[in-house]
Structure formats: structure tokens, C-alpha cells
């Protein structure tokens, strides 16, 4: 069963941009956006917490990205530019609802995942 709810995705030109949005409970600690694409590792990509006051991304986005939530609706939100051909992949929503002691890069932190959302980026 879906736990949480994603929507955005799509296919969008290089160097185009798309935002991707998740709906999230009122309990969470913290959310954050995965991505996998076939034959590749999970990567961690953005976080947020509770507030919306620390965020934190991984060093190849160099920026491009942006993550962001919306707390009256319970939405947390992925701004990506620049996107690039090779950043074609399923993205995923995450949530912390708990405090386990994993690092906020490690997808085990996280308690409900979103059903993920294509992302395709075309040369």
C-alpha cells in the first residue's frame, strides 16, 4: 500500500526543470527525496526538517536543486533545474516520523516512502 502520496514527474527536455511534490503526515520529523534509477544505487538527494529550517543535499547536485514544504498542507516539494539526461529515474518521497539514529542521507532513517514518480529527462 502507497504511504505517501506523490505527484509531479514527467518527461521534460535537458536542462529543463520540473518540481515534484509528496504529501506527508502531520507527525513527521523530517522528509526527504531519493532517486533510482536501473543498474544504479539508491542516491540521496535532499532533506528537510520539521520546520523547514535545516536542509541538506548532496554535493552532485551542485546546487540545482531545492528542497522545500509547505507545513499548512503538509507538503514538502523538490525543485530541480538544470536537469541533465543522466538524472533520468524514479524519485521517491521519504519520511521520518522517528528519531531511529540514522544519518538523514541514509534511506533507513526514513519510516513511509511515496510511490515514486518517473522523472525522464531527454537529450
Known amino acids: 500500500q502507497v504511504q505517501l502520496v506523490q505527484s509531479g514527474g514527467g518527461l521534460v527536455q535537458a536542462g529543463g526543470s520540473l518540481t515534484l511534490s509528496c504529501a506527508a503526515s502531520?507527525?513527521?520529523?523530517?522528509m526527504a527525496w531519493f532517486r533510482h534509477a536501473p543498474g544504479r544505487q539508491r542516491q540521496f538527494l535532499a532533506f528537510?526538517?520539521?520546520?523547514?529550517?535545516?536542509?541538506y543535499y548532496a554535493d552532485f547536485l551542485k546546487g540545482r536543486f531545492t528542497i522545500s514544504r509547505d507545513n499548512s498542507k503538509n507538503t514538502v516539494y523538490l525543485q530541480m533545474n538544470s536537469l541533465e539526461p543522466e538524472e533520468t529515474a524514479v524519485y521517491y518521497c521519504?519520511?521520518?516520523?522517528?528519531?531511529?539514529?540514522?544519518?538523514?542521507?541514509?534511506?533507513?532513517?526514513?519510516?513511509?516512502w511515496g510511490q515514486g514518480t518517473q522523472v525522464t529527462v531527454s537529450s
Open positions: 502531520g507527525r513527521t520529523l523530517g
Open positions: 521519504a519520511e521520518a516520523v522517528s528519531n531511529n539514529g540514522a544519518a538523514y542521507y541514509n534511506a533507513l532513517r526514513y519510516n513511509y
Open positions: 528537510t526538517s520539521r520546520s523547514g529550517g535545516n536542509s
